[in-house]
T-cell receptor
Framework: AAGVIQSPRHLIKEKRETATLKCYPI?????VYWYQQGPGQDPQFLIS???????DKGSIPDRFSAQQFSDYHSELNMSSLELGDSALYFC????????????FGPGTRLTVL | QKEVEQNSGPLSVPEGAIASLNCTYS??????FFWYRQYSGKSPELIMS????GDKEDGRFTAQLNKASQYVSLLIRDSQPSDSATYLC?????????????FGKGTLLTVNP
């Protein structure tokens, strides 16, 4: 079965640079969630989109923005990168349904030097 | 106090034994409960979902939910070394149309051959 696709899988940036992470949902999944997982931490919710509209916002810095496009893929844009932004970034997608089971992509490992 | 609590472990069991993982949550109105397995450096993999009080079995895995006690558990029967991973309990809280996952810090399980 098709899974969630994320790109790039690894990204190395310098401080103050920008980064763009992409997420391609499982076919027919219309909702995307972004999570950040620091070393030794549990995933923390950043932001979500349903039908191309932002549906919820968590602990996402103002330096970050995101959107969902007409084909339901989503992009997380990160500017003025800081060392503390180094983490695994996952997107998870769902088609809603009664239980809203979320399926995670393989993640993007961002390293800020 | 974190909204979802898990024993961080590590939990070590011999191969073939039953591993028992526990999770408590603070929001009494929480509606959906999930167990994810996460290997080091990989993405969370959904292994069980449970929404109603009682037990739910899927192969070697059994999830148990007790909403009155705000408690959810995962039993892994006939544990295998390949089960060695961090197990994340996740909850969807009640209210509105926001279905973000809130995770516990995870329990590290080691199955010894």
């Amino acid at each position: 079965a098709a899974g969630v696709i994320q790109s790039p899988r690894h990204l190395i940036k310098e401080k103050r640079e920008t980064a763009t992470l992409k997420c391609y949902p499982i076919p027919r999944h219309d909702t995307v969630y972004w999570y950040q997982q620091g070393p030794g931490q549990d995933p923390q919710f950043l932001i979500s989109f349903y039908e191309k509209m932002q549906s919820d916002k968590g602990s996402i810095p103002d330096r970050f923005s995101a959107q969902q496009f007409s084909d339901y893929h989503s992009e997380l844009n990160m500017s003025s990168l800081e060392l503390g932004d180094s983490a695994l970034y996952f997107c998870a997608t769902t088609n809603g349904g009664e239980y809203n089971e979320q399926f995670f992509g393989p993640g993007t490992r961002l390293t800020v030097l | 106090q974190k909204e979802v609590e898990q024993n961080s472990g590590p939990l070590s069991v011999p191969e073939g034994a039953i591993a028992s993982l526990n999770c408590t949550y603070s929001d009494r109105g929480s509606q959906s409960f999930f167990w994810y397995r996460q290997y080091s450096g990989k993405s969370p993999e959904l292994i069980m979902s449970i929404y109603s009080n009682g037990d739910k079995e899927d192969g070697r895995f059994t999830a148990q939910l007790n909403k009155a006690s705000q408690y959810v558990s995962l039993l892994i029967r006939d544990s295998q070394p390949s089960d060695s991973a961090t197990y994340l309990c996740a909850v969807i809280h009640s209210g509105g149309s926001n279905y973000k996952l809130t995770f516990g810090k995870g329990t590290l399980l080691t199955v010894n051959p």
